[in-house]
């Protein structure tokens, strides 16, 4: 459930990705723990405010209908219901109305957009007045999340919530099928900068994308849905919503799960650093695994890289002497430092297949360079993993087939274009330049002016954008919230790394920390750790946590 990243096609893709997703951690913030944070205008007008504000919006009627009826779901989807024997018809779609700007006085102000939203119908028959519901957000920012636990309940995930609970996905304003932006992807020499401009100016919806808009939103469902609370389960970035939600209205907040967590300084360029040496550390970490585990169990019949220092070296060698592919398409040192971080967020059945390509393509495979350079990752064989693991990990399936072919483009854009609402108007540049320079120690942290991890970490392109920090980026409040916030935090977490799970958790008061010893990013309902599969269903379920709030994830052998 975890947003998985997808292939870069262009350098200007990977600066766009890179500057959306740079959410890495500086410290929290320096309030004392029991001041309320000073909030922007955006997240200060109260529920029952915004509820008198747009009458209209909370008078509408959610029109329901079966996904399948509509043709919006795929095979794989309809098949995993089957197998489970829920009916493919308990999956509802609907569309609803919402305010385009919620800091609007009145109704006439304001212009409309629509939302796609999803519902799963519980599974028990004394929850078929759906009074409880589990909102979730996959991550991103900019990722469609209408069909995020679809995709988790096809492939057997969340079914003990499932019981008791109606589950909602939604796109998110600009998103998918929300009211989504339209902006291409610019060329490799267009300013970043003034393609914000350029993009903002020809989609209105554009500033109004910020993530206190998305919490408005769900605010208005919970309302419309006539839930007496709003439960939720976010993802990296989507934990950033759920604090959100938990800032402005804590009095309807219900029980929060934030997995994978950052803090509210997450679109920070001291964040945006500390990223790039955690994607570093945990690609070195990889390869280490690969000579420790993989090999071991016998799913890499031989390792690419004898040791932590020989794959620099070849990552190195590579740029001088790329490989070549079948036809013009080449592989260079960055590239195969893109695929082994790109390959952080992916299975281990998956990442061991990874190694196995990257060693058949040193080897000369000219199909492997191709796949290499298309940034996919092949399964692993069924049969080797079910020896070796007892069954093969299941990706969640994609739960609609897209018609449209810049759906990929579009996310890019949408990410940079929610992180320029909650980047700082001050970055304190020298502050990351001092850091870059001490760290030196990651063979494969390129600290060098100019590269990719440096330019990402000193991009301020968010500065041409009007609404650039106009929302949350200070600090998150759960005071006022009945039940303390669940925040999970995974010690060898690449993208979120681990401190900001801590620093989150003390951020918002009101919470409590989960850990989770093991790698990799996002750790509920995605098949990584049944400890912490059971705390989450016991948290929706009966809001209660263990003592030990610590995890260990499943064993690769199945022991």
């Given amino acids: 459930m975890p947003i998985l990243e997808s292939k870069e096609v262009s350098m200007q893709r990977n600066r766009l990705l890179a500057l959306g997703t740079a959410l890495t951690l500086l410290t929290s913030c320096s309030m004392s723990e029991d001041t309320k944070p000073v909030l922007p ?11 008198q504000r747009f009458p209209q919006y909370y008078a509408q009627e959610i029109k329901w209908e079966p996904c399948v009826e509509k043709q919006l779901l795929t095979e794989d989807i309809k098949a995993g219901f089957e197998q489970l024997q829920i ?17 609007a006085k009145n109704e006439a102000e304001t212009e409309s957009i629509e939302l796609a939203v999803s519902r799963i119908h519980a599974t028990q028959v004394q929850q078929l007045n759906h009074s409880q519901a589990i909102f979730t957000n996959p991550g991103g920012p ?25 589950l909602i996905g939604f796109d998110p304003r600009g998103i998918g099928e929300s009211t989504p932006l339209e902006c291409e992807v610019p060329a490799d020499d267009k300013d970043l900068g003034e393609f914000i401009k350029e993009c903002s100016a020809k989609n209105p919806i554009a500033a109004y994308m910020g993530t206190s808009s998305v919490a408005r939103d769900m605010e208005l469902l919970r309302a419309l849905l006539k839930l ?16 959100t939600y938990a800032t402005i209205f804590p009095e309807n907040a219900g029980k929060l799960v934030l997995d994978s967590a950052e803090n509210a ?20 970490d990889l390869v280490k695994q690969c000579q420790s585990e993989f090999e071991p169990l016998g799913w890499v019949e031989k390792c690419p890289f004898v040791s932590v220092t020989d794959s620099a070296t070849q990552i190195a060698q590579l740029n001088e002497k790329p490989l070549d592919g079948e036809g013009e398409n080449k592989v260079d040192g960055e590239i195969l430092r893109d695929y082994l971080a790109q390959g952080l967020y992916q299975a281990d059945t998956e990442r061991a297949q990874m190694f196995n390509t990257i060693a058949a393509a040193l080897s000369g495979d000219k199909t492997a360079v191709e796949t290499i350079f298309a940034m996919d990752y092949p399964f692993l064989e069924a049969s080797v993993a079910e020896e070796s693991e007892g069954g093969a990990f299941e990706a969640p399936a994609e739960a609609t087939d897209s018609e449209d072919e810049n759906a990929e483009d579009k996310s ?15 970055p304190n540049l020298k502050a990351v330049k001092k850091e870059i320079s001490v760290d030196n120690s990651n063979p494969l942290l390129d600290t060098e002016a100019g590269s990719t991890a440096v330019e990402t970490a ?15 980026n200070t600090r998150f409040s759960a005071e006022g919230m009945k039940t303390p916030v669940l925040v999970i935090g995974v010690r060898g977490d690449h993208a979120t790394p681990y401190q900001y799970a801590q620093a989150l958790a003390k951020e918002l008061g009101n919470a409590k920390l989960l850990t989770l010893n093991g790698p990799g990013h996002g ?21 209660k946590l263990p003592k030990k709030l610590i995890c260990e994830p499943n064993s690769l052998s199945g022991e």
């Fill in 41 to 51: 205008k955006i997240a200060s007008i109260t529920a029952s405010e915004q509820a």
């Fill in 87 to 103: 009916p493919v018809e308990t999956v509802e779609c609907a569309t609803i109305k919402a305010p385009l700007n919620w800091e």
């Fill in 142 to 166: 900019g990722e469609s999340g209408r069909f995020t636990w679809v995709e988790a309940v096809s492939a057997g995930q969340a079914l003990d919530v499932l019981d008791s609970f109606d």
């Fill in 228 to 243: 007496p609370q709003l439960d939720y389960l976010g993802y990296s970035y989507g934990t950033m919503l759920g604090a």
């Fill in 265 to 284: 300084q997450w679109a920070t360029p001291e964040h945006a650093w500390k990223q790039q040496v955690a994607v570093a550390d945990a690609t070195l």
């Fill in 412 to 426: 890019v854009v949408g990410r940079m274009i929610v992180t320029c609402h909650s980047f700082p108007k001050k």
């Fill in 458 to 472: 000193l991009d301020t392109s968010c500065l041409q954008a009007k609404y650039v920090g106009t929302d949350i």
């Fill in 523 to 543: 750790a509920a309902y995605v098949g990584k750790s049944q400890c912490v599969d059971a705390v989450v269903n016991n948290y929706f379920l009966s809001g």
